[in-house]
């Protein structure tokens, strides 16, 4: 089936198939009028309407963007998208001084999830993924990283990344399944953490990688959690099932995880709010995409990672919202533009670059989806403004009108339409 997407104010879109860095970073491709054409799930056009009259035979369907900006769907490469229970009973807690990591050492925090999380079947936690994966794709998500992690068992964690590959297989939204058993010392082993991480190695890890159920393993590697050591011997093993390699890095302090994820040629370097110039230089020399969360800044009231000094480093940045119950709960990625632009001193085309193309390169995938292209996949979201600059401008409100994945109508109106 071909689609047409028409009546566009303008068509913003970085270009290309790797990480844009340095003075790439900023620079978008900004056609005004364009039309964008869609064979089945990909994109043949995009480009002048006269000139696809005469290339291209009449469509079969025909999207109205009604003087909208069409923007490539954004790719969301950290998310820890499954879970039960809810934490909002933390959030008064923290707002009168106790810190994150004061209510993960009181019982509550990841191992609160953890009891939530392990007490629910595979439906429920099911049900509960597709509602939020819904919330992901109405503000313009078409591609999420899903990370495992609140298990901490074997039985648990494979249940999660059960339900991420059902949910792929279910809900329009991709996703690209991480496992991080390696999130907490659960509470079973708080008295001997190295025997946790020998289980990690020998059994859980090998289980996991044995049934197919992850692309990528993930380590929270902070004091108190996973040191550097630890970290370094859970990578190295998870390296050698075959494993790419994201990690939660310098999030709460500088351990200098950062430098780590470089030395293992990680896909991505997560948070990254204590990195240091060190790890600045580390990630500039190397492919690791730094890949940054402000929504957990925002809601955790720390401090944002230096992103202007990466950016001008040569990092390759991108952004995601780190969707978790704890730290983060949020779908939606123009709140995070909203928070690169304002908090971290991107600019609108840096930040829309970092939601889109560079976040697809943190996942492996810029050479499939993250701009609007020929070639590329038709992931595509048409915002209610006429221009890009609308999806930080008009803050606090969901920005997006249509939203199409791989080439099908999934939101109209700001409505998501079953299928
Ligand atoms: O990315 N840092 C560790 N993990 C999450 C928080 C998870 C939670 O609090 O449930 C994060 O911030
Ligand atoms: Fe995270």
Not at 359 to 382: N, Q, T, Y
Request: charged share 20%; glycine share 10%; with cysteine.
């Amino acid at each position: 089936m071909s689609l047409l997407i028409r009546g566009a104010s303008q068509v913003a879109t970085p270009l290309g198939d790797t990480a844009r860095r340095g003075t790439e970073f900023g620079r978008l491709s900004i056609i005004e009028n364009a039309v964008i054409r869609c064979e089945g799930a990909d994109l043949v056009f995009v480009g002048d309407a006269a000139e696809h009259d005469r290339r291209f035979p009449a469509p079969e369907r025909v999207l109205d963007a009604a003087g909208g900006c069409v923007i490539p769907g954004f790719v969301d490469p950290h998310t820890h998208p499954v879970w039960a229970g809810s934490r909002e009973d933390e959030f008064n807690r923290r707002l009168a001084g106790e810190s994150y990591m004061d209510i993960a050492r009181s019982g509550g925090g990841i191992n609160a999830t953890v009891r939530a999380t392990r007490a629910a079947a595979f439906e429920e936690l099911l049900q509960g993924t597709i509602a939020r994966l819904d919330t992901f794709l109405e503000h313009g998500t078409t591609t999420i990283e899903a990370k495992s992690g609140y298990g901490l068992d074997l039985a648990t964690e494979v249940r999660m990344l059960e339900v991420i590959g059902a949910a792929d297989r279910k809900h329009p939204v991709d996703l690209h399944p991480t496992c991080l058993a390696a999130h907490e010392v659960p509470a079973e082993h708080r008295g001997d953490p190295e025997r946790w991480v020998e289980e990690l190695v020998a059994e859980i890890h090998p289980s996991i990688a044995r049934r197919g159920l992850a692309e990528a393993v993930d380590v929270f590697c902070e004091d108190g959690v996973f040191g550097l050591d630890a970290t370094r011997r859970l990578l190295a093993d998870a390296a050698a099932l075959g494993w790419r390699i994201h990690l939660h890095a310098d999030e709460l302090t500088p351990l200098g995880g950062t430098e780590l994820a470089v030395e293992f040629n990680a896909l991505s370097a997560d948070h990254l709010m204590h990195v240091t110039d060190a790890g600045i230089a580390a990630l500039a020399g190397s492919q690791t995409v730094a890949v940054l969360l402000p929504g957990t800044s925002f809601f955790l009231r720390s401090s944002y990672a230096p992103a202007r000094r990466m950016a001008e480093a040569g990092c390759a940045v991108a952004l995601a919202t780190d969707c978790n119950p704890g730290s983060s709960p949020t779908e939606s990625m123009p709140m995070i533009l909203s928070l690169a632009t304002l908090q971290m001193g991107l600019t609108i085309e840096e930040a829309l670059t970092g939601a889109t193309l560079n976040s697809a390169a943190a996942i492996d995938r810029a050479a499939e989806i993250g701009s609007l292209e020929a070639g590329k996949r038709a992931d595509i979201a048409v915002l209610n403004g006429p221009s890009y600059h609308h999806l930080v401008y008009h803050f606090g409100v969901n920005p997006i009108r249509h939203v199409v994945k791989s080439g099908e109508i999934v939101v109209r109106d700001g409505q998501r339409i079953a299928g």
